[in-house]
Every structure is written in C-alpha cells, then in structure tokens.
C-alpha cells in the first residue's frame, strides 16, 4: 500500500490524538485559572466548548497537513472521532444517560466544524 494511501486512513487518528493532547492541557490550564478566580458553571461551560474548538481545529490541522488532499473532509472525520469518543465517555460517565439534546448537538457542530476548518487551511 503507498504511503500516502495509508495516510488517508491513518491522519483522522494523528489528528485526534493531536486534539485530545491539546484538549487536555487546556483544560489543566482552565481548570487552575477557575481555581484561582473562583468563576461560575455558565462561565465554565463555555470555556469548555471554547477548549474543544481550540483542540479540534489543531487536530484538524494536523490532520490536513499529513492528508495533502481533501483536507476539509480529513479534518471533519478527525472532529467527528473526537465528538464520538466524548460522547462514549460522556455516555459512560453518565451511566447512560443523556444531557439535553442541544447541549449535544452544540458540542458535535462545534468539534466537527472546528475540526474542518482547521483541514481546510492546513
């Protein structure tokens, strides 16, 4: 198989890890900043979604950069996984429950939008 035919399939989980890294020290940095200042939950809950576009348009990037062609659709399988293995873990915290539909919907537009448009100008 040729390399860059591997990559296709291979550059959607780069860009994932990309974003899950990226996520993860944001959110260490957002959670000592609500710590220091004392914030509210709505100023909180938005700082997340703010984290997950930051994250995904990286990983999405990342994404693009090793993909060459169809950039924007790398981009958004890479938001879409991202989005998937939230849910899974948000699913599973929840013991199965679900939050409100829009909430849900909100996060998958975002990350997945996110995602693309960090394919789009790799």
């Not at 974003?19 to 938005?46: G, H």
């Amino acid at each position: 198989m040729h390399v860059l035919q591997k990559s296709k399939f291979i550059c959607p989980i780069y860009g994932l890890v990309a974003a899950w890294i990226v996520s993860a020290i944001l959110t260490i940095i957002m959670a000592l900043f609500f710590y220091k200042f004392n914030m509210t939950k709505d100023k909180a809950q938005i700082a997340v979604l703010f984290v997950y576009v930051i994250a995904n348009f990286i990983g999405g990037f990342v994404c693009g950069k090793m993909a060459k062609t169809k950039k924007f659709l790398k981009g958004l399988m890479s938001g879409i996984l991202f989005f998937a293995v939230l849910l899974a873990a948000s699913l599973i915290a929840n013991k199965g429950g679900i939050s409100e539909i829009s909430n849900i919907l909100l996060t998958a537009v975002l990350c997945c939008g996110s995602a693309m448009f960090g394919g789009m100008i790799s």
